[in-house]
């Protein structure tokens, strides 16, 4: 009865993870069907032919590798920025006694319930003062607040025994090595699933970049996509626009399959606690 029961769940966990796919695979196909087929209707994915002038198209005549250039400079900088101020915040909240720390700590966590839309149009007014609008700083600053990033380094570095600071204190070790050398390379794990998180969050973002971004030229990749489906849709083709999001979505593809181990880990190490 008990591998019958476990049967069915694999079975069920498959059809949900087809259904989850369903969509992704529907985008893949139509990236290798002619425009001049799409045109006369998408069932004719499920038949030949297929091309892979979609994918030419990208690497001949497109802006799309501007794009991308742009989306990694902002998904690294952010990503490099969220895990420095990240593991400082962390590393203060759970180690260091300072007045007002729970207070502060309480008012990072607080900025979860903010949504990005209630303080668009104050960014919004702030960046155009400081005339920072199509700059990468826009783009990558707002990004670096990171509540959850506090909260999840600040929750890794509490569960990591406070010995081995007394033992480096002892040994005259300053606050300072003791962060970089003894506790910040046991927290990997959680850094590593940060990074993940926040690298797919800036690569993915839409809302900020389609507002701060207003030349072609600092488009990243999902403005930029958006873009020619807005302007370029009836000439361009609907498999171009696919083969467009099929090439977006690789390096997210790549990252994670990298990094995998390390968010098995983090999730593990926190179930574990």
């Known amino acids: 009865m008990i591998g019958r029961k476990g049967h069915g769940g694999l079975i069920l966990a498959c059809l949900l993870a087809l259904l989850m796919l369903a969509p992704l695979m529907w985008v893949v196909a139509l990236s290798f069907k002619p425009n001049a087929e799409l045109m006369a209707g998408t069932n004719s994915v499920f038949h030949p032919p297929y091309t892979l002038a979609n994918y030419g198209s990208i690497f001949g005549n497109s802006s799309v590798f501007r794009w991308i250039g742009n989306s990694v400079i902002v998904a690294l900088g952010m990503t490099a920025g969220v895990l420095i101020l990240s593991s400082l915040a962390g590393y203060g909240f759970a180690r260091l006694e300072f007045p007002g720390r729970r207070w502060l700590f309480v008012f990072v966590l607080a900025g979860l319930a903010v949504p990005e839309q209630a303080v668009i149009i104050a960014r919004h007014q702030m960046f155009a003062a400081l005339d920072l609008h199509n700059s990468y700083g826009a783009l990558i600053l707002p990004g670096l607040s990171a509540p959850f990033g506090v909260f999840l380094m600040t929750q890794y570095f509490r569960a990591i025994p406070k010995e081995l600071d007394e033992a ?6 300053s606050r300072w090595r003791i962060f970089w050398h003894v506790l910040l390379p046991l927290t990997i794990p959680a850094q590593a699933t940060l ?19 207003t030349r072609a030229n600092m488009f990243t990749l999902t403005v930029g996509i958006a873009s020619s489906q807005m302007n370029f849709a009836q000439t361009e083709g609907l498999g171009f626009l696919m083969a467009q999001a099929v090439f977006a979505g690789l390096p997210i593809f790549i990252v994670y399959l990298f990094f995998q181990k390390y968010i098995v880990q983090a999730v593990a190490g926190a179930a574990a606690r």
């Not at 480096?168 to 070790?173: K, N, R, S, V």
């Open 195 to 213: 990074g993940i998180f926040t690298f797919v969050q800036g690569w993915n973002d839409y809302w900020w970049p389609l507002v701060s971004a």
């Open 168 to 173: 480096a204190l002892l040994d005259g070790a």
